[in-house]
């Protein structure tokens, strides 16, 4: 039982490594309830576990070795995803979505022969919104968990080859090592879905009011998120 909870422990913390928790960080901004973004922490979970898993089965199941240079170029690919992420961020926040509303309305006229005649008028205004806060009809991003699943998936592969490592010098059998990366796994869930939530909180309507502090906080993650992705890069490949 001891065991069982350390492992849990051990995921959990993983989950909170700062390259898992700026991706994630970075998604939940585009949520307004709190409920989307701890789906989108769960989400990530089940991805990153999933690869975990998997390369758990090739290198422990079926022992295939699977060189450290692999997992360094794996690393560098988790700092481009992070730098596509915080650009992607910063252009649905500060390109601005055009669009126009045309309003009708009529009045009549009467002329000096006595007849009256009703004339239709249209005007057309168009202005723009943040595509932050420009909802289209056709699609529901808040439904939408692929990105989240995703960017776990990612993250899954650059940091499984470190613990299966681990699990095989630690571990006596396949099926225990196997099982203790499913736990591992599951500990970073949790851990993840506490992380979406944090993160969520000043991003939630009903919590901060404040669109600019919204929207300053979002510039700050994403450029954060920028960042740290070109030095992951910069560390993994030169």
């Known amino acids: 039982m001891i065991g069982f909870l350390i492992t849990i422990y051990a995921g959990l913390e993983h989950a909170f490594e700062a390259d898992h928790l700026l991706a994630v960080n970075n998604l939940v901004t585009n949520r307004n309830r709190i409920k989307d973004a701890l789906k989108d922490g769960m989400f990530w979970g089940v991805g990153h576990t999933s ?20 997992f360094s170029y794996l690393e560098a690919i988790v700092g481009l995803m992070l730098i596509v992420l915080g650009i992607i961020r910063l252009f ?25 005649h009703t004339h239709m008028h249209a005007h057309t205004y168009y202005h723009s919104h943040p595509i932050a806060s420009f909802k289209h ?4 991003e808040s439904t939408n968990y692929k990105t989240a699943f995703g960017v776990g998936l990612v993250h899954g ?3 499984s080859g470190s613990l299966v490592i681990l699990v095989i010098s630690q571990m006596k059998t396949p099926l225990e090592g196997l099982l203790y990366i499913l736990i591992f796994g599951i500990g970073s869930i949790i851990g993840m879905f506490i992380a979406a939530g944090l993160f969520s909180i000043p ?4 919590i901060l009011k404040s669109q600019k502090l919204q929207y300053a906080l979002i510039i700050i993650s994403s450029v954060i998120c920028i960042i740290f992705g070109f030095k992951i890069v910069y560390t993994n490949l030169f």
Do not use: P, R
């Open 51 to 70: 690869t975990i898993f998997l390369v758990g089965i090739i290198m422990i199941g079926f022992k295939i070795s699977i060189s450290e240079n692999i």
């Open 92 to 116: 649905k926040l500060l390109y601005k979505k055009k669009h126009a509303h045309t309003y009708y309305h009529s009045h009549e006229h009467t002329h000096s022969n006595g007849v009256t």
């Open 137 to 140: 009809a056709h699609f529901d």
């Open 157 to 159: 592969l650059a940091g």
């Open 203 to 206: 991003f939630t309507k009903s």
